[in-house]
């Protein structure tokens, strides 16, 4: 249990994560994960279907909830006193959720629905799933789709649902997370009235791989008549908080922020201000993963430059570091931007709780997540050098190409 006490409005945030994600999936039964996340809504002995999003909203609340590759996670937004309500009707989920044929069915086409709108529809989506799978392998975790595939959701049943349900969900395989204008005393007493009473199951161990596909280097492609904007984009395997070289992750937080992570960034002063090659360009990671993460970047190309021209001004700016160094004044000002986005977060009721449930699901600690300013700001310029030359090699990466159809531009 996380309490984030905080008295700056009258509202206070739950937020129940399970250590469960599509990633604890098996081929085959892709989006089991994502649709049991819809499936939850859908009514106890004691809620009707769909009652319960309807309760928090007659109560002045808010709710949703979300799956990634590591978790799944429920939240709902309401008044201090309403509280006690919410938790009793996640709890009551938690334990007596009632899984339906009658509901299934319809709810099925509404799962399938928004892997179109939000995965069929967008070329970059479509492509970034071929991406991952080239990245970490066919069938591998990280390398199935978080939505699952058409034919995978079409075929799941009410027993797959069931049986996932079963095992993952239960109170020892969640964390409970509450922001807002309570006290831990407050919440500890409310969770053990209602989470405190539902039985402990046995938790199965999480696979997770320590390396990725066999076959990197690779390049896909997406050629699609949708795409307005071309995207040349590299993603290499990199170590996360818990698998692999996991020493190199606060450096590596770091090397993504002086690297491309504003408009003062390496790569756009580099490409986009004075080469005029890209309209923008950008780096990512992203350290809490149960597994191996990924390290990103991308550039839109403007319209007269090539991929080829793209991806070796990039190779450049790489090598560039790697082989010149980083500067005191950049590293600072790259910490400096990065502890500020953190402090900024804090004033959202979504985004505290959010970071300690990623961090929590994922084999961190809440001491880790405190911790966090601190090791950002001992990273030294050699330690990003070490982690830019330690991620960025050929046999640990995927490059990908969305453009027009050819002579469409």
């Known amino acids: 249990m996380v309490v984030l006490p905080s008295s700056r409005a009258p509202i206070v945030t739950q937020l129940v994560v399970y250590k469960v994600g599509s990633a604890d999936e098996v081929p085959g039964k892709t989006g089991l994960a994502h649709f ?39 939240y709902q937004t309401v008044s201090p006193e309403r509280l006690e309500l919410v938790m009793r009707m996640e709890a009551d989920r938690m334990a007596n959720l009632r899984t339906t044929e009658k509901e299934l069915v319809p709810e099925r086409q509404v799962v399938l629905e928004e892997r179109r709108m939000r995965i069929d529809n967008s070329p970059s989506a479509l492509l970034d799933e071929v991406v991952n799978e080239r990245l970490y392998g066919r069938g591998q975790p990280y390398g199935m789709p978080i ?10 049943t009410l027993a797959d649902l069931r049986d ?5 969900y239960m109170p020892n395989n969640a964390i409970l997370i509450v922001g807002g204008d309570t006290t831990a005393e407050q919440v500890r007493a409310l969770a053990e009235k209602y989470y405190g009473a539902i039985p402990a199951r046995p938790v199965a161990p999480r696979r997770r791989p320590d390396h990725g596909a066999a076959d990197l280097p690779q ?10 904007e071309p995207r040349w ?29 504003t408009e003062t960034s390496r790569l756009w002063r ?24 990924s390290f990103e970047v991308g550039v839109h190309p403007a319209s007269s430059v090539t991929m080829a021209d793209v991806e070796s001004a990039v190779a450049a700016e790489l090598s560039r570091l790697i082989d010149g160094g980083v500067s005191t004044d950049e590293l600072e000002r790259a910490q400096n931007q990065l502890l500020a986005a953190a402090i900024y977060s804090q004033d959202s009721l979504q985004s505290g709780p ?13 001491a880790d997540v405190a911790a966090w300013p601190e090791r950002i700001s001992a990273v030294r310029p050699d330690e990003v050098v070490a982690a830019a030359r330690h991620v960025c090699q050929p046999q640990r990466l995927v490059t990908s190409l969305l453009t027009p159809p050819p002579g469409s531009r």
């Open 36 to 74: 049991l996340e819809h499936m939850m809504f859908k009514g106890t002995d004691t809620v009707a279907p769909s009652e319960f999003s309807r309760v928090v909203s007659k109560n002045g609340g808010r709710d949703n909830a979300y799956t990634t590759y590591d978790s799944t996670g429920y």
């Open 354 to 366: 959010r970071i300690f449930g990623g961090a929590l699901s994922t084999g961190s600690t809440v």
């Open 270 to 293: 580099a490409l986009v201000v004075d080469s005029k090659r890209a309209l923008s360009a950008w780096a990512g990671y992203r350290p809490n993963s149960l597994g191996l993460a």
């Open 233 to 261: 984009s590299r993603h290499y395997l990199a170590p996360s908080f818990s698998k692999g070289e996991s020493q190199y992750a606060y450096a590596l937080q770091v090397l993504a922020q002086l690297l491309g992570g």
């Open 164 to 168: 996932f349900y079963r095992q993952h």
């Open 147 to 156: 939505s699952g595939t058409v034919a995978d959701v079409e075929a799941l």
């Open 219 to 228: 390049t896909v492609s997406r050629a699609d008549p949708r795409v307005i």
